[in-house]
């Protein structure tokens, strides 16, 4: 059969990969993940908590889904504001994506 088949030699050293060469290539694919995906995610999560945090009565702010308000109460977990003249709604603090300068809303 050995005229079809050529018989394997077995050759010196240079025929396997080291563990490193296997893992690097692992290991800088995970390193560009965390710098361009996962740290960014985490610092903007953050400012955002510190933003939620600080929101106090008489703030102008916006919420995820685009209503333009004045905080007239803060509670643990819930903000009062006030959207129009006679109009209050609740939202959750979570909710607000954008602190406004004061005097942006005129007749609130």
Do not use: W
Request: include cysteine.
């Amino acid at each position: 059969m050995s005229f079809f088949i050529n018989d394997a030699m077995a050759q010196g050293d240079g025929g396997q990969a080291g563990t490193l060469e296997l893992i690097l290539p692992l290991l800088l694919m995970f390193g560009i993940f965390y710098f361009l995906l996962i740290r960014p995610q985490q610092k903007k999560a953050k400012e955002h908590k510190n933003m939620v945090t600080a929101l106090k009565k008489g703030d102008e702010i916006i919420t995820n889904g685009g209503i333009l308000a004045k905080i007239i109460d803060v509670d643990e977990s819930f903000l009062t504001c006030k959207i129009a003249e006679n109009v209050e709604i609740k939202v959750q603090s979570n909710a607000v994506s954008t602190i406004l300068p004061k005097g942006t809303i005129k007749k609130l």
